[in-house]
């Protein structure tokens, strides 16, 4: 079987991330088809340790910052991600190396073999995200690899990664997202994401809302398993931007008594220090066979990277700063103004902004608008899931001028812009990305987010088209 033919297979499948119009109904029969499959593959997930990693927000960098650290002290770790930036390899990795053309080829033959031997019903009905799952455990397997992060792709009782038994769960940050699979409140979401804890193994969580918090701790307490928390077992100090962080467990509330200073991590934002907490966490709680002292901490974390999470390009000569990042919630686009604002306050910012069908857009622009100065509404090209650049602007118009209401409402002595002046629709988001580098000045942000897609598409643009274009003219 050739690359070509590979992807192919790969891509006949139902991909439930380009619609995500599907019901969760029949799924927990999906799971037991899929784990007898994997199991007369020979058990390959079973090979390995695993550390199952749910969450809103935050699960792709806490793996990539705990693989920082696993590698640091000589772990041979696999790592399994979604979605991908440019390429589905991206999500399969070990020791930070994506699979071969050629590896993943030889073993998507197997994986085809083997599925018309078991269940011609099977080989109709497995999903891409399903089919990658299993190449990737037969991947990790046949890599030797000591240990498995495993990110799951859409909530966590349902989830086809929920097949696994890990030896570490972890839960990072919980908001409102997915709300037709995973239900409208924060304790459905958690009872969703919370279907992860395995009885007797520890969980590993930076959950602290109340409401998400008690739904969690009645799944642990029917699992009869420990579960350690950020704030409760363990805490970060302090919480800030880009000054070094500690690292301390609470006396009593954690198996191991640990204090680490001098810690960084190199994608900005206070909740990156969350995720950190829970990759150092989980470290300490695979046990005493690895070296996890300080500099092996400090080392690994400053190793964890993953691009488009509050990246910024300080540009070249006279450009202004690109700030890139793929926030598609109202909490992680709260999160991108938070962390922008840390990171460049008092500076003129342009945004760049295009969401995928079905998120909270109205949530998003709420908090995105009132710290711009320019705003181009867009969409990017690589899926048909796009929310259409005049339906945000519609959007956008009633948001600003109730902002302007309850402002005019309060006496504000600030001074308002007209949303005609401020908005601006461009269908084509490398046209407003351009155009946003036209206006702003060598002082001044440009930021792009909105979507993962977006986020790819215009990063991958500025770095061969705009970055390029201007260090050829020096």
Do not use: W
């Amino acid at each position: 079987m050739s690359f070509e033919e590979a992807l192919n297979f790969l891509n006949s499948r139902p991909n439930f991330e380009l619609s995500r119009n599907f019901e969760t109904a029949g799924l927990l029969d999906r799971l037991v088809r899929l784990r007898q499959f994997v199991d007369y593959l020979g058990h390959s997930d079973k090979k390995y340790k695993i550390i199952h990693v749910a969450g809103t927000k935050g699960k792709g960098s806490t793996c990539v910052l705990l693989e920082g650290i696993l590698m640091e002290a000589g772990v041979s770790v696999g790592r399994f991600t979604s979605p991908h930036l440019y390429s589905f390899l991206e999500r399969v990795t070990v020791n930070g190396v994506s699979c071969s053309e050629s590896e993943f080829a030889d073993i998507m033959l197997y994986i085809r073999e083997k599925i018309n031997q078991f269940d011609l019903r099977l080989a109709k009905d497995l999903t891409f995200f399903e089919l990658l799952l299993v190449f990737a455990f037969e991947y990790f397997a046949r890599c030797s690899v000591d240990y498995v992060l495993l990110e799951v792709g859409l909530g966590g009782r349902l989830d086809a990664t929920n097949i696994c038994l890990p030896a570490v769960t972890v839960i990072a940050n919980l908001s409102f997202d997915h709300i037709e699979q995973l239900g409208p409140t924060l304790r459905d979401i958690a009872i969703e994401k919370g279907g992860i804890i395995k009885s007797g193994v520890p969980l590993v969580s930076s959950v602290c809302k109340t409401e998400p918090r008690i739904a969690l701790a009645e799944i642990i307490d029917a699992r009869k398993t420990s579960a350690y928390f950020l704030g409760d077992a363990f805490v970060v100090q302090p919480v800030t931007v880009s000054a070094p962080f500690r690292f301390q467990t609470i006396d009593g509330k954690f198996p191991v008594q640990i204090e680490i200073d001098d810690l960084n991590v190199c994608m900005p934002g206070r909740h990156q220090r969350n995720n950190a907490s829970l990759a150092i966490a989980s470290a300490f709680l695979i046990g005493n066979k690895f070296n996890f002292n300080a500099d092996v901490i400090r080392r690994g974390l400053a190793k964890g990277f993953l691009p488009a999470r509050v990246e910024v390009f300080q540009g070249v000569a006279d450009e202004p700063v690109f700030v890139v990042d793929g926030a598609h919630n109202r909490a992680s686009a709260a999160m991108f103004i938070d962390t922008l604002l840390d990171l460049f306050p008092n500076r003129r910012k342009l945004l760049v902004f295009g969401a995928t069908m079905g998120k909270d857009v109205d949530g998003m622009l709420t908090d995105l608008l009132p710290n711009f100065d320019k705003v181009f509404l867009t969409q990017y090209k690589s899926s048909s899931r796009c929310f259409p650049p005049i339906g945000l602007k519609t959007i956008a118009d009633a948001i600003l001028q109730t902002q302007s209401s309850i402002r005019y409402a309060n006496k504000s002595s600030g001074s308002d812009v007209r949303a005609s002046d401020k908005i601006e629709v461009i269908d084509d988001c490398t046209i407003a990305l351009s155009k946003c580098f036209e206006l702003a000045g060598k002082n001044d942000i440009v930021c792009a987010t909105g979507s993962i897609y977006l986020a790819a598409g215009l990063r991958n643009f500025y770095l061969n088209n705009i970055t390029k274009k201007k260090i050829d003219q020096q």
